[in-house]
Every structure is written in C-alpha cells, then in structure tokens.
T-cell receptor, first 116, second 112 residues
Framework: KAGVTQTPRYLIKTRGQQVTLSCSPI?????VSWYQQTPGQGLQFLFEYFSETQRNKGNFPGRFSGRQFSNSRSEMNVSTLELGDSALYLC???????????????FGAGSRLTVL | SQQGEEDPQALSIQEGENATMNCSYKTSINNLQWYRQNSGRGLVHLIL?????REKHSGRLRVTLDTSKKSSSLLITASRAADTASYFCATVLTGANSKLTFGKGITLSVRP
C-alpha cells in the first residue's frame, strides 16, 4: 500500500512569489491535513480537508489556502511568499479525520520550502 | 498556543538505558498520541492512548496517561541508537472536528 506522497520534496522561491504543494493520501483515506513545521514554532496546523471540503482551519493568514480534489488528492498554495514561510510543510492523511475515534495520521515526508 | 508541552526538551542517554519523556496538556482530550520524527522527515505514529485508558504497551514502548494531572509519559526501554529522533505528543480535544495538536517535541539522542 503506497504511503502519503508529497511533491515537490524541495523547492526554493523568492519573496513575493507563490508556491503550490501537492499531497496524495493513502488510497481510501478521505481526510488530508496540512502542517507547517519550523524550528521556532514547531508543528502548526494549517487546515484539514475532507471530501473536498475544508473542515478545519488553523490560525494562518489568507495567503495560505488549500483544496482537495474528488480523488482526495490535496494541494496547498502560499501566495506572496515571505521569508518566514520557509519551513517543512507536512501533509497527513487518515480515513475520516483526527477527531474521529482512534484515527491516527499518516504523514508524508514533507516539502521543504526555502524562501530567499 | 501549544496544547501539549513535552519535557525535557532534549534527552541524551546511553544505548541500553531507558528513556522517559513527559507531556502535559491543558484541556480535556479525546485521545493522546505519540509520534516520532527522524531528522527532517515526516512523522511516524507510535502509539495512541484513549482518555479512558491509563496505560498501553507496544513493543519497547510504554505510555501512561493521567487525566487528573493532564499528563502522559512515554517510556522507551532498552534504547538503541536507532531510537535517536524527535518525539512529539499530540492531543485530540473532545468535541467534533477537533484537530490533532502537537507539542514542540523532545530531541532524544542515544549514544552507542
């Protein structure tokens, strides 16, 4: 069974640009969550999608957005990049979501974004 | 703000010793989970303990949960160099559509 796949693994952008990251969840998983990980702030929840609907959202500015497709694949977009957006962006999938009973998250390897 | 806070922030032990990591949280939880992260990689789920459970075991891992003190501990017995990683506790709050919230993690170094 294939794991959670994130692309690209590494990317470098400059301030003001925008970036799109992709996540393919485990087959059959309908919930996809995104997290930002930085040394200073740790793991911060961005948002969760379930059946193409955003079900939960963290405290990030509107520059951070996402979507989920009918095949459960998800993308997140960051517009007008800032230096502080440099981070490891992690995607995780689960059958129905973290809050549902004893569901656990299966993480991808992450996309490391560097903003210059 | 972080729901879970791990203690200590860093731990260095000799191979074969036991490693104990603690996590405290602030509000009522549905369950608490521990994850491991090897340097710069994704997180791997280790163990989940529900709010009505007090102790769980999985191989060399033992997790306890004290809901009255809002705390949990993760014990790794007979540690190995391969256990070197960051360990995170994560909580799911009670209530619908609650997300999984992570602490800042504990860096464990196991010296060969």
């Amino acid at each position: 069974k294939a794991g959670v796949t994130q692309t690209p693994r590494y990317l470098i952008k400059t301030r003001g640009q925008q970036v799109t990251l992709s996540c393919s969840p485990i087959s059959g998983h309908r919930s996809v969550s995104w997290y930002q990980q930085t040394p200073g702030q740790g793991l911060q929840f961005l948002f969760e999608y379930f059946s193409e609907t955003q079900r939960n959202k963290g405290n990030f500015p509107g520059r951070f957005s996402g979507r989920q497709f009918s095949n459960s694949r998800s993308e997140m977009n960051v517009s007008t990049l800032e230096l502080g957006d440099s981070a490891l962006y992690l995607c995780a999938s689960s059958p129905t979501g973290a809050h549902s009973g004893a569901n656990v998250l299966t993480f991808g390897a992450g996309s490391r974004l560097t903003v210059l | 703000s972080q729901q879970g806070e791990e203690d200590p922030q860093a731990l260095s032990i000799q191979e074969g010793e036991n490693a104990t990591m603690n996590c405290s949280y602030k509000t009522s939880i549905n369950n608490l989970q521990w994850y491991r992260q090897n340097s710069g990689r994704g997180l791997v789920h280790l163990i989940l303990i529900r709010s009505n459970e007090r102790e769980k075991h999985s191989g060399r891992l033992r997790v306890t949960l004290d809901t009255s003190k809002k705390s949990s501990s993760l014990l790794i017995t007979a540690s190995r160099a391969a256990d070197t990683a960051s360990y995170f506790c994560a909580t799911v709050l009670t209530g619908a559509n609650s997300k999984l919230t992570f602490g800042k993690g504990i860096t464990l170094s196991v010296r060969p």
